[in-house]
């Protein structure tokens, strides 16, 4: 390392050259702590228990349950996981639009709309709710949905409305971090035009930054609704509504004919979903 | 652009969005008001209240760390496995390597050995969306019937699942890359093998790497509740935690779930910066 060849720029070579072993020896590293922590043991898929579980798990698949009493428990479920998403992401929207406006660096303190502000506003009334919009979003967000079905489980009780309730905080955290990383990204031009014509800050809202950030905004809402479909589906393994309630059941009672009708129905809806809204995003982006 | 102005398509989709509200809005018998109204108050409330202080004591903080150890663990192990299910199963769903576009422009492909290639493709492609449809949670339950409790079954569950994902994705990478590298090979008597080495691969592992680390900073959050179907980690812990109304030791768990999900963000945001 110390026979580095241009001194002057020892340091940046030194760290650029030191990265690649830092990195492989801590992958490494983790890696075999990993494996011990995790008490990683592929002989155990290899036993004779397991493979005669698998047998049993694979033939207890076939054929699908798809008789009609069945199905007929699985409609409303269906129907009901649907709604959650939808109604979960647009709570999560209600609670994403206001909170990440303020969680928006260049709305509500720094850049072209605050440059002729005096300082200690623009951190009292900036910075600070700015800071606050932050944190609650980025606890929305880091805590799973599953954990914010559980507690809200236990806050509202059992049914679709803690259900809604998770996705609806936990992808307003997610939604609430991206709206306010694609205002952050827009053009400042228009912004800059728009005040020097003497237009108000809602103005320049209105006028410059949204039209700019709604396509964007339109397509992250409506992937994240394609995955809020997934969420629901199976939020129910909590008590929280849906097929995941149903599949929770049939693979406690080692009902595997009708595990595998739920997730082919699971697999259709998410599909469906997924052809709909990519059409609407291609629609809206372009 | 004009054109697309005038066209009904935009109020058709909003008014169909605007009806699925609506129906949605009935069907969850979601009720605000009853939330936001005195009752529902005071039932958060006493909630919240009952969470705090967290449980701060030594045992209940060594029992967390080993959580969160065991949580990261499981995401870290669970990405690497998917990336190692994804990879082959992606190579083998790229259409340009086995039956389409540049390098089977000139030398048809005899009609056995086209259905042979199609065949492969197709079940890897019904492989890997197998992989992704069942969620995580499921392959955990799968997992632990088979092997037993433990994070081995949260590794597994991971693994598959986030296989498929992955593989989904490094397909349409394989197969979005610059052709020409691959016809200059191609025409220079280069072999399958060297085109993905040498055409292909070097123009994807970016984006290759891109996705691998947002998907482990999806499974943190994953692994931190499989625990929750006996797949070990945190989720294990907070299951046993709420089941028993332990709030003041689920609040701990929980400040550990954010610490280690804002951790691996930050480390996966800033390999991502340093690596790409």
Known sequence: MNSSPTAGSAGRFQSKSAFPYLLVFFFLLSLVLSIRVAQVDPRLLFEPAALANLGRFIRGMFPPELSRSFLSVLGPALVETIQISVIGTLLACLLAIPLGLLATSSLTWSGILHERREAKRRWLLGFFPYAVARGLLSIFRSIPEFVWAFMFVRAVGLGPFPGVLAIGVAYGGMLGKVYSEILEGVDPRPLEALRASGATTLGIVMYGLLPQALPNVISYTLYRWECAIRASAILGFVGAGGLGQQVELSMRMFQFNEVITILAVLFVVVASVDLLSGKIRARVVR | ?276
């Open chain 2, 1 to 276: 652009m004009d054109a697309v102005r005038r066209s009904p398509w935009p109020w058709l989709i909003l008014t169909g969005f605007v009806l699925l509200i609506v129906w949605s809005y009935r069907g969850t018998q979601v009720d605000l008001g009853m939330l936001l109204g005195s009752e529902g108050r005071s039932q958060i409330a006493t909630y919240v209240t009952k969470l705090f202080p967290p449980d701060l004591s030594m045992t209940m903080l060594r029992e967390a760390g080993v959580g969160a150890v065991e949580t990261f663990a499981i995401s870290f192990l669970g990405s690497l496995l998917a990336v190692a299910i994804a990879f082959p199963l992606s190579v083998l769903t790229t259409r340009t390597l086995l039956y389409r576009g540049i390098l089977h422009e000139r030398h048809h492909l005899s009609p056995l050995s086209k259905g042979i290639r199609v065949g492969i493709y197709g079940t890897a492609k019904a492989l890997l969306n197998l992989f992704r449809t069942i969620p995580e949670i499921v392959w955990a339950l799968i997992f632990v019937f088979l092997v037993g409790l433990g994070p081995f079954p949260g590794v597994l569950a991971l693994g598959f699942h986030t296989g498929g994902v992955l593989g989904k994705l490094f397909g349409e990478v394989l197969e979005d890359v610059n052709q020409r590298p691959i016809e200059a090979l191609g025409s220079t008597g280069a072999g399958r093998l060297s085109i993905l080495l040498y055409g292909i691969l070097p123009q994807a592992l970016p984006q290759f790497l891109s996705y691998s680390l947002y998907r482990w900073e999806v499974n943190i959050r994953a692994a931190a509740v499989l625990g929750f179907v006996g797949a070990g980690g945190l989720g294990q812990r907070i299951h046993v935690a709420i089941s028993l109304f332990l709030e003041n030791q689920l609040l701990t768990l929980i400040l550990a779930v954010y610490v280690m999900v804002t951790l691996v963000d930050w480390l996966s945001s800033a390999l991502r910066r340093r690596l790409i």
